[in-house]
């Protein structure tokens, strides 16, 4: 007698909702609206307590439509608030990094700038040193052209050469000075004579012997002149 009635529950299809929040197949979560319904085979279920169809479980029976809950929704929208805020955080670090790189940047074209301009006056300095040193050596060689000269023996060939020399020292910057009629400077002249004259108010070259040689800003040597000074005057008689 048992027999049919239990065949009959084994093959009865028994519907069973789908309670899930997260979909399998798409992984979003469901709001609201019919719930998914699926149909496989139930293990068999006696009689209720009152004989009449299987108790489903409480849970089944009680559970509602799932709908979402607003912590979600506020969290959702609070999120881009706080990636805004970190990515403005992070805007300004990088700005005050460039700040700060590009005024290390000037400083160090503004250090390299000084420190070329600094090698550049050190490299003229020594050119003119070592120029100043070799036209200083060869000071004597135009001392004895320029006697050769005052007495008549330059002349023909040598005559050229000496002006070939005399052109090539000038390319390098030699310059000669000492001449008569020229103020005193005591920086630039030597005096080895004084001579009172009535015909200067202040100490002027009246003779050179020697004349005097510099390149650029270096004294190569001084002129050896011959001063002349104006006249003393003579001392005024106050006993009349």
Do not use: W
């Not at 706080?82 to 290390?104: I, K, S």
């Not at 550049?120 to 135009?142: C, F, K, S, T, W």
């Not at 000038?170 to 310059?175: I, K, S």
């Amino acid at each position: 007698m048992n027999q049919p009635h239990d065949h009959q529950s084994k093959d009865r299809l028994v519907l069973v909702r789908d309670k899930r929040r997260i979909d399998p197949v798409t992984l979003q979560p469901r709001y609201g609206g019919a719930d998914g319904v699926s149909a496989e085979l139930a293990p068999p279920v006696g009689p209720g307590r009152n004989g009449g169809e299987s108790e489903r479980p409480a849970q089944s029976r009680a559970a509602g439509p799932a709908h979402p809950q607003p912590g979600g929704r506020t969290e959702a929208k609070e999120q881009p608030k706080g990636t805004e805020q970190e990515e403005r955080t992070e805007t300004e670090v990088l700005r005050a990094q460039l700040q700060e790189r590009t005024a290390d940047l000037q400083r160090l074209k503004a250090e390299y700038d000084n420190y070329r301009k600094r090698v550049q006056r050190d490299r003229l300095a020594v050119r003119e040193i070592a120029v100043a040193n070799v036209l200083a050596g060869l000071l004597p060689v135009l001392d004895a052209v320029q006697h050769a000269d005052e007495a008549g023996e330059v002349t023909g060939g040598f005559r050229q050469v000496t002006a070939a020399l005399q052109r090539q020292l000038a390319a390098l910057g030699l310059e000669s000075f000492g001449r008569a009629g020229e103020l005193f400077d005591p920086a630039l002249h030597e005096a080895v004579a004084y001579d009172p004259s009535d015909r200067v108010d202040r100490p002027t070259c009246a003779a050179v012997h020697r004349p005097g040689y510099r390149v650029g800003g270096h004294l190569l040597r001084p002129a050896q002149v011959t001063v002349a000074e104006p006249a003393p005057e003579p001392p005024i008689n106050t006993e009349n």
